[in-house]
């Protein structure tokens, strides 16, 4: 027993009663601690080898048509086809230029990164996880306004394609052809007209840090962060073959396109009805242009050839929203109360009363689960435990529940 005792690990000294399991070898024993360190040393290092021959995850490319892919999209969200088929094509296009071998004409094929402009609460974000869910290439979403120019606090805009690399488990074969979304590309605008005028360490000068990273360079990428661990050897990725999709509220540009679209047209033979349809949604006619006069470079709008919109949400759309998808929110209610075994029952116009609010408020699709917890909260909070089988979520309870909300207090617009 007292042999026993003696018995300590030959990496970190160790004795038997400070560790859980002691594996004895031929010479000596180790303990659980340093064999997880050692399987963590031995995944970065073939992880992170540039030539990716030992890479970590396996993506192999499964080529969808377009028409696939818009289907699939069409599944978890309503409307915006447009939007739809310009991603389902870029997508497709993504995967024929990775596989495209150059012929003896020495055609090279350009990707051709995208930027969406719609309102708050339109799909951009929801469009791009859900293409993420259909894909088998890496992954990344990642938020704009974290991005400062390099020297400042804040993120450097390598980072993004730091998150890219964790999502496939530091395979930088498979990270080369992968897809990131930026999103909140507007909170990068330039602040002034005027260029370079004062420093503006969160708008052009990301902005022109971003350059060279969406036309496709070799950039060194900081594997678990740049400031945090500064002792780190740096990962080189080529960034020709990743896809760059851009989205933005750009809140106000509006106002911009409007001033460049004569929608006040007078005389006999004008369309009024025509007309008044065009001011509701005058992002249809955005262009590069006015990206520019919102605060774009016209540097980085180059390489961001492919420009596309979402419509505002109308109260048909909002209605399909709430029943339609499959992961749509009355169905996501409903499952939450089956998992206590209660069964939720709503009303067509209880539907069509959270409609009409979401549109009242401006608060798109997001504003719909505003309205649905302001209404379902009590029955989630006192239904628990009490042994009910259903609740009826009548127009008088939807009402009452809605009239106690902090939500019914909202100045309408």
Sequence with gaps: MAKQNHLHCSFCGRSRDEVKILIAGQEGHICENCVEQAQEIIDQELNLRPDGTAGGANFKLTVRKPAEIKKFLDEYVIGQDDAKKVLSVAVYNHYKRINYKQQADDVEIDKSNIIMVGETGTGKTLLAKTIARLLNVP??????????????????????????????????????????????????????????????????????????????????????????HPEQKMVKVDTRNI?????????????????????????????????????????????????????????LLGRLPVVTHLDPLDTATLRSILTEPKNSLIKQYTRLFEL????????????????????????????????????FTDAMFEMPGTGQKQLDVTMEYAEQMFGKSKLNMLKVA
């Design 139 to 228: 992954f990344a979403i990642v938020d704009a306004t974290v991005f400062t120019e390099a020297g400042y606090v804040g993120e450097d805009v390598e980072s993004m394609l730091t998150r890219l690399l964790q999502n496939c488990n530091y395979d930088v074969q498979a990270a080369e052809r992968g897809i990131v979304y930026v999103d909140e590309i507007d909170k990068i605008a330039r602040k002034g007209d005027n260029p370079s005028i004062t420093r503006d360490v969160s708008g052009e000068g990301v902005q022109q840090g971003l350059l060279k990273m969406l036309e496709g360079t070799e950039v060194l990428v900081p594997p678990q962060g740049g400031r945090k």
């Design 243 to 299: 896809l760059f999709i851009c989205g933005g509220a750009f809140d106000g540009i509006d106002k911009i396109i409007a001033r460049r679209v004569n929608t006040n047209a007078i005389g006999f033979n004008v369309n009024k009805d025509l007309q008044e349809e065009q001011r509701k949604n005058l992002l249809q006619f955005i262009n590069a242009q006015d990206l520019k006069s919102f605060g774009l470079i016209p540097e």
């Design 340 to 375: 206590e075994g209660i069964e939720l029952k709503i009303d067509n116009e209880v539907l069509d009363f959270m409609v009409q609010k979401a549109m009242e408020y401006k608060l798109g699709a997001r504003g719909l689960r505003s309205i649905c917890e302001s209404i």
